[in-house]
């Protein structure tokens, strides 16, 4: 008795599933191979991608560096736990490279916006170009990457067009790079007009002491600005990529074939319940 409980009649067999679903087996199957069929034509249609990368060695920056805003990044990175100062030179680069302020240098440069903007396949006139559509499209097609190795990351980016993805990825490089030293020049030459009024000023040994040293510092920093590798170094250039990123047609179809197969037999099975409690109600009536 106990058994009969526990497995009702209303309780679907596992045998009457498979035979409702061998009954309707060439429905599941035009279905299936249907939605299969329309994965492979989308698959097809979508645009090759492909990535360009290197890895790039972060350049220690000056300790008293701060931002160009007015906000001091020193006092956030000091709550940065880490045995090295590769944590703040990743901080500050994923932080600027990703800004609208870098991003204006980049929008300035004619040659980059129709490289990241046009492909094969469709050509857009530069003045059609809005700011915020192409920074949108940057974000989605720049890659920047931690490495395992401390104070080595990766830069990539992704285009249609094998060649273009790596002029997009070298333009990039350069830009920030001269970004980057332009404003540790300016702020450098902000901080030594200051320093050097201050020096004028003041007649105190220890402090005219200590303002030397910091208008010394400024020098040193303003020196180490005007190098051509300033924030970024090459370990390796950028290669033209061989093979295809993008998108994974064979993931696609398996993908589309199995959920497809799987809600014509929900379907199946579904409307199947549906015509047996439909006589059941009418054999009540």
Do not use: W
Not at 108 to 129: E, G
Not at 140 to 155: A, T
């Amino acid at each position: 008795m106990k058994q009969e409980e526990n497995n009702p009649k209303s309780e679907i067999n596992l045998i009457e599933i498979i035979k409702i679903l061998k009954l309707n087996r060439f429905l599941i199957l035009l279905f299936t191979f249907f939605c299969s069929f329309c994965a492979i034509v989308y698959s097809l249609y979508l645009p090759n991608l492909y990535m360009s990368e290197s890895s790039v060695e972060l350049q220690p920056l000056p300790s008293t560096r701060s931002e160009s805003s007015g906000g001091s990044i020193n006092s956030l990175l000091m709550n940065i736990s880490s045995p090295n100062s590769s944590v703040r030179e990743k901080f500050i680069a994923e932080k600027k490279i990703f800004s609208r302020d870098f991003f204006r240098v980049l929008h300035a440069d004619k040659d980059f916006i129709i490289n990241l903007t046009n492909n094969s396949f469709t050509k857009i006139d530069i003045k059609d170009v809005n700011f915020e559509e192409s920074f949108d499209l940057f974000k989605s097609r720049f890659k920047f990457n931690e490495s395992k190795i401390p104070g080595i990351v990766k830069l990539s980016f992704i285009h249609e067009e094998k060649k273009i993805a790596r002029d997009l990825l070298y333009s990039t490089y350069e830009n920030f790079n001269k970004f980057m030293s332009i404003n540790t020049l300016n702020e450098s030459e902000n901080s030594l007009d200051f320093l050097e009024k201050s020096l004028s000023s003041t007649k105190i040994p220890e402090v005219r002491s200590v303002l030397s040293q910091l208008i010394k510092k400024e020098y040193q920093d303003i020196t180490f600005a005007k190098q051509k590798h300033f924030f970024f170094k090459f370990i390796e250039t950028p290669e033209i990529p061989t093979q295809r990123y993008s998108p994974q047609r064979s993931i696609i179809c398996i993908i589309t074939f199995a959920l497809s197969l799987l809600l014509i037999s929900f379907i199946v099975l579904f409307m199947n319940l549906l015509k047996v409690k439909t006589k059941v109600i009418k054999y009540l009536d």
